[in-house]
């Protein structure tokens, strides 16, 4: 009871690969748990790519899809145009449309202490989202919705050429890896990013969900300790083993956010 009060849900040691129960096959390719950094910097293609600045022109005051009646503003994204690290979540809710700055409401507020929690800040990484205009009462975006505006996002990715991105919830990593598999299967695994094989792509719960679950917030944690570990430097001394009170300590770090 001590444990689940604390938001613990099992206390079982992993079950090693090998001998977890085989699941029907997935159509999305998974890399290793814990994959080494990529060795080749940039594109490799020769081209250079263009800026965000040309896609958020070539956006424009979209009518591609139907939200554009409805919508406040754009919410393009913001952050580093060289992050390591891009979160992508849904679409704008209220608060987005409003400020034209992606999750700046509530679930944003817990989307940054997540960004923080890894060790960086928020400024540091880039945050997009599938779609860039509100769907009306925040329903999730429709497939020809989706369509219409992923390239903008698959742009966004070939400009900015991040190591790891973090999709938030299940019409992002849907979407990036195109596939229908549900996010309680794909989350905290690394999947490679079909357009390029030097991106890959964890997903994991979006934060308006762990507002509404906090109990999964231990499950969120497990996946962005694995996306702090990517990022740590091949130098950093290993893991010691677990003595209770190394235990007992981890426990208590289970939920930082
Ligand atoms: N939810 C999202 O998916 N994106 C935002 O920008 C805000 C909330």
């Known amino acids: 009871r001590f444990f689940r009060e604390l938001g613990v849900s099992s206390l079982d040691p992993p079950v090693p690969r090998a001998m977890a129960p085989q699941r029907e096959e997935t159509p999305v390719k998974r890399t290793t748990e814990r994959p ?61 449309d409003t400020s034209g700055r992606p999750f700046v409401g509530r679930a944003g507020q817990l989307l940054t202490r ?33 369509e219409a505006c992923l390239p903008f996002l698959r742009r966004q990715i070939a400009a900015i050429r991040p190591k790891l991105i973090v999709t938030l919830g299940n019409p992002a990593i849907q979407a990036l890896l195109d596939s229908k598999v549900g996010i309680t299967r794909l989350r905290g695994t690394f999947h490679a990013y079909p357009a390029s094989s030097e991106i890959l792509v964890l997903p994991t719960y979006h934060p308006a969900y762990l507002l509404r679950s906090p109990d999964k917030k231990v499950e969120a944690w497990e996946d962005l300790k694995k996306v702090r570990d990517f990022f740590q430097s091949p130098g950093e001394s ?20």
């Open 36 to 96: 080494s950094l990529p060795l080749v910097e940039g594109g490799g293609s020769g081209e250079s790519p263009e800026t965000l600045e040309q896609i958020r022109r070539d956006l424009g005051e979209c009518q591609r899809c139907k939200f554009w009646p409805t919508r406040t503003q754009l919410v393009f994204g913001e952050g580093n145009p060289q992050a390591r690290l891009m979160f992508v979540g849904e679409g704008p809710g209220a608060d987005e």
């Open 114 to 146: 997540m960004i923080e929690a890894i060790g960086f800040q928020r400024d540091e990484v880039y945050i997009a989202n599938v779609v860039k205009s509100r769907p009306p009462g925040n329903r999730a975006p429709e497939r020809d919705e989706v």
């Open 238 to 257: 290993p893991p010691r083993p677990n003595s209770p009170r190394t235990f007992l300590a981890k426990i208590v770090k289970l939920r930082p956010f």
